[in-house]
């Protein structure tokens, strides 16, 4: 639980020092829900919404970006090994979602290109790019450590999070693969 106060801490600091609080439904929030931070997303579709929108179901979420040869594309792998382990009337109930670290080449269109390379089901998964500003702030509050290489690549955690509805930090796994990690799971029905 370490991990989840310096989180806390962290994601208030972004919050305090980006002006991003606002009166009315941000005051609802939990303190230490993701969501506290706003911070506009663009998805495969070229549609931009806040991040902040996302609130009000669980959500499966991880940091990726499109032209990782190696661990990304286990990590979307991973992510449908955890939705194909939930019966399918639950596969409904809960969001994913992948954020790239790399907004400047994911673009939209490369975004579209991947879900359909990766037989992603855009229905419940959303791939979306935040502002290239934006993108140490998410990676901040959701506890992924990464940086870019010289040649283009990132070294990343990979990890999935999963959210509860009201945005806060509930399980993560670093069992990334095709047999998914039945903690998380268990974790993941907890909140359907």
Known sequence: MKWLRSMTAC?????????????GKTGSRPADSVYQLSMPLTDARGKTQD??????????VA?????????????????K?????LPPAQRGRVGVVLISLDPARDTPAVLRETATKRKI????????APAPADVRKIAGVLD?????????????????????????????????????????????????
Not at 65 to 75: A, G, H, K, V, W
Not at 81 to 85: K, L, N, T
Not at 145 to 160: E, K, P, Q
Request: positive net charge; contains cysteine.
């Open 11 to 23: 994601l208030a600091l972004l919050v305090a020092s980006s002006g991003a609080a606002e009166t």
């Open 63 to 79: 940091m990726f970006y499109t032209s990782c040869p190696y661990m990304c594309p286990l990590i979307v792998e991973s992510a």
């Open 121 to 128: 089901d855009a229905t419940r998964w959303l791939l979306a």
């Open 144 to 192: 992924v450590r990464y940086r870019r290489l010289a040649d283009g690549n990132f070294n990343h955690t990979s990890v999935l999070i999963l959210l509860d509805a009201r945005g806060r930090i509930v399980a993560r796994t670093e069992q990334i693969g095709p047999k998914p990690d039945a903690d998380f799971v268990s974790a993941v029905r907890a909140q359907l």
């Open 81 to 85: 090994a955890v939705e194909h382990a």
């Open 51 to 60: 991040w902040r929108a996302l609130e009000g179901k669980p959500r499966i």
